[in-house]
């Protein structure tokens, strides 16, 4: 099976305030050339501040990319229903879990995987490492350069969250064609915790995300190219200088199925998280309420598998 992404034109040189998804040229943030360096970050400090996700290229090469898609297509292939519910949640503490929703409000069959600090995937068929080896590198590599839009020293994040040791969950989802589903939505209205979310898909027009405008955009992601999606964590390390998204996944354009990976990077679980004495002053008052990234999971009544957002709970009432 081929997969593929469907492109579309994208100026890594210009952000603007229109609906248009940024695309964020990974290999810039770390050029040798000061300019060209100091440019590139800049796009990711508007990217950050205006949208809150973004496309980044040159980050993980297309052939890996292309082989964590072709495992998710061989697992459900190789595999039959009665295998794959093996994985069936048993416990809380089950590390690889298998689920299939069929029903209004819900469409997907997925299965999820702690992918670090320690790796837990089924034996069956490929491994998914070299994917997400990859994807760790990346995520220090915007630790870094986000913790340098923000002010602070390279290692600020990383340090702030322990992400040699961050909790990184994976959902690898197949969302059924349009005539199939039970109604339209693929999985409903929801933000994401941790640090950031990376996706990739075998096919385009899925994903919504609503911008800071209150409209919705169809995420289409180019080829070569990884969604990057802020969590709800660092906007309580921001203070809410960078928001976690409104997100949702359609599936109304879905002539086959559809594949994707979504991974959530994530803080150590033994991390306290709480907005930066940087983003606060009497004008900024605190807007969250700190608390480890275990508990922010649990906060809910799920648990870190399922790792469901609980930014509402964490949210400090304005007062005047």
């Avoid at 603007?16 to 440019?39: G, M, Q, V, W």
Wanted: glycine fraction near 6%.
């Amino acid at each position: 099976m081929i997969f593929f992404m469907n492109s579309i034109n994208s100026d890594i040189s210009a952000i603007d305030l229109c609906d248009e998804i940024p695309t964020i040229d990974y290999s810039l943030l770390f050029s040798e050339n000061h300019d060209e360096r100091a440019k590139s970050l800049e796009h990711l400090g508007k990217a950050c501040q205006e949208f809150g996700f973004f496309y980044l290229i040159n980050g993980v090469e297309q052939s890996v990319v292309e082989g964590a898609l072709k495992g998710i297509f061989d697992f459900c292939e190789l595999t039959n229903q009665e295998e794959r519910s093996e994985y069936l949640k048993k416990n809380p503490m089950d590390r690889i879990r298998w689920g299939l929703r069929s029903h209004v409000g819900e469409n997907r069959e997925y299965l999820k995987i702690v992918a670090h600090p320690e790796y837990h995937c089924p034996s069956k068929p490929a491994s998914f490492r070299e994917y997400f080896k990859r994807m760790h590198e990346v995520e220090l590599g915007l630790a870094k350069a986000i913790s340098k839009i923000l002010g602070y020293e390279e290692t600020y994040i990383e340090k702030e969250f322990k992400l040699e040791v961050g909790f990184d969950v994976s959902a690898m989802n197949l969302y059924p064609p349009s005539f199939q589903s039970k109604c339209s939505i693929g999985v409903p209205e929801h933000t994401d915790p941790g640090f950031f979310v990376s996706l990739i898909q075998d096919v385009n027009g899925g994903l919504q995300m609503l911008t800071h405008k209150g409209n919705w955009v169809t995420v289409n992601i180019p080829r070569n190219a990884i969604f990057i999606n802020l969590g709800d964590h660092l906007e309580i390390l921001s203070n809410g200088k960078y928001k976690s998204h409104i997100h949702q996944v359609i599936l109304d354009n879905n002539e086959v199925n559809r594949i994707s990976m979504a991974t959530l990077h994530g803080p150590s679980l033994d991390i306290f998280v709480a907005p930066a004495l940087r983003f606060i002053d009497e004008s900024h008052p605190p807007a969250y309420r700190g608390i480890t990234y275990k508990e922010s999971l649990e906060l809910n009544g799920s648990d870190e598998i399922d790792v469901q957002s609980s930014l509402s709970l964490l949210r400090i009432p304005f007062s005047l």
